[in-house]
């Protein structure tokens, strides 16, 4: 008697079965944008990356910003990276998760000012529209300044403030620079010693003789690692540094998740809880034991942070 089934055919049956299982299972991951901070390039999200992909999500954005390593006259061409694979993103029906990394999250909430139709809110459940991927949420890594808070903190709230690190491109504009312009301050009046402005309008890590960069922004990595990471830092255009922000993603339209580092020289503790502080911003908030620049020294937990926020 013949079988039933030649081995052959039972083959083409398990291929036919498990493809579109793994087509669908990685099918609904949201697309995931990252966004470095300034002086850092793409590639501080490479472990990032593999760990995202080992969880099968496989549309993976690492940006490279033009303001670092590029002169640029303003903000626009870094709003525009972040801009592009977030609108192809959403037009295609797929959800996505934004990463940024000190002035990462800054660009992110500006590229977010004409996606505030697409949000998953925060404050109120909205319904899937058809054809149209959504917002799931805006995750801040290390992010807490602005040149006002710098300010605000440099002189009221730690007198000796200068002999810290003190990571001005690590900033999210607070909501008052946003509403009032004007009470924006020059980069330059508030930078930190970390911060050394040259003459072509380029800004370097490279400025303090008792904090390096390698300290400031890596100080939970071993001295190889941290030595070498230091040295693919690049300058940062100041025009991009220095420009005023054109929206604040965290009063309530898009979910955002800020994610402290307990151990980060660049951006103190006691600054971010100010932050957190203003009225009217609407923050979920995860203490990491990390340094500034997690994704190289926690990059596990950034995974598990950004599966979380996917997953919502
Ligand atoms: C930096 O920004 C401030 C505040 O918006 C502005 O007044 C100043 O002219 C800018 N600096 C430069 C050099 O463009
Ligand atoms: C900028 O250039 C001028 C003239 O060459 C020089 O005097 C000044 O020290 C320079 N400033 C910096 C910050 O390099
Ligand atoms: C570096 O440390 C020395 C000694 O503590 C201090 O005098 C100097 O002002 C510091 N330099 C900067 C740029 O903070």
Redesign the pocket.
Known sequence: MRPFQSPHVLLIAAVLWVLPTAVFATSWKPTIILVPGSFHRSIVYNEVVSGLRRAQFNRIYPIDLPSNGNDIHDREPDINAVRKPLERALAAGQDVVLVGNSYGATVIGDALKDFKSDAVSATRDSKQTRGRGKVLGVVMVSSPCSSTSLFVWKKHIIPNANRLAIQLAGFIPYISEVEH?ET?????TVAPPLFRFDNNSRVWSDGDPNLSAAQAFYNLLPPHESQYWASKLTFAS??AM?A?ARYIPYTGDFNCLYVVGLQDKSIPVAWAQTFFGQPGARFQVINLDADHVMMLSKPTEVVNIIRQVAGS
Request: proline content about 10%.
């Open positions: 312009p924006k301050l020059d980069a330059r100041f025009n220095n005023t």
